[in-house]
């Protein structure tokens, strides 16, 4: 699968440009939540629709930080694959979505598993068993390597999740 980029966005320098940006961001978390609820009732069409109106209208107001309107970009670009995965939609668009959400980065190796996770686990809900097989080792592959330097128990959480979910996968295709 290769290197998946992990990337936070670094704190604004004045208080002013800290506050305008804790507006910004609280508005759009607030609207992200409204949309991902609606999400479930609409079709797939009209949800990167308005995923995507929502991220123009935030990131238009972040011109000054491209280092925020790159996150607010990230976690749509994530909303969108778990999205994708969500409602049905074929292996290549949830494929182009995860590799959309990895060019931009994620916030840590944890986020980067979830996703990769849900692409798993999208894969193989449509067949694709090996290669839902291929990203669950890689995903543990990755947590391994991390969880050799840093402690994290959502990481080692994850890693207990994922090899299970490789157990999974290997009991049903030997059933």
């Not at 979505?97 to 986020?111: K, M, N, P, V």
Request: one cysteine or more.
């Amino acid at each position: 699968m290769g290197k998946w980029p992990v990337r936070t966005p670094r704190k604004p320098s004045s208080p002013r440009a800290r506050n305008h940006v804790q507006s910004i961001g609280g508005a759009f978390a607030r609207s992200l939540g409204l949309e991902t609820a609606r999400a479930g009732t609409i079709n797939y069409t009209e949800v990167v629709s308005n995923l995507l109106s929502l991220e123009r209208q935030y990131v238009a107001q972040l011109e000054e930080h491209p280092e925020f309107a790159r996150e607010l970009r990230r976690r749509i670009a994530e909303k969108l694959l778990e999205q994708a995965i969500f409602h049905g939609c074929k292996l290549s668009v949830c494929r182009a979505r995860l590799t959309a959400a990895s060019r931009l980065g994620f916030t840590d190796i944890e986020q980067s598993a979830h996703y990769r996770l849900l692409y798993a686990k999208g894969a193989f809900a449509r067949g694709y068993k090996q290669i839902a097989y291929r990203t669950a080792r890689a995903i543990v592959k990755d947590l391994e390597r991390s969880l050799e330097k840093r402690r994290s128990l959502l990481g080692r959480h994850l890693l207990t999740l994922t090899r299970e979910y490789l157990n999974h996968i290997k009991k049903s295709e030997s059933g």
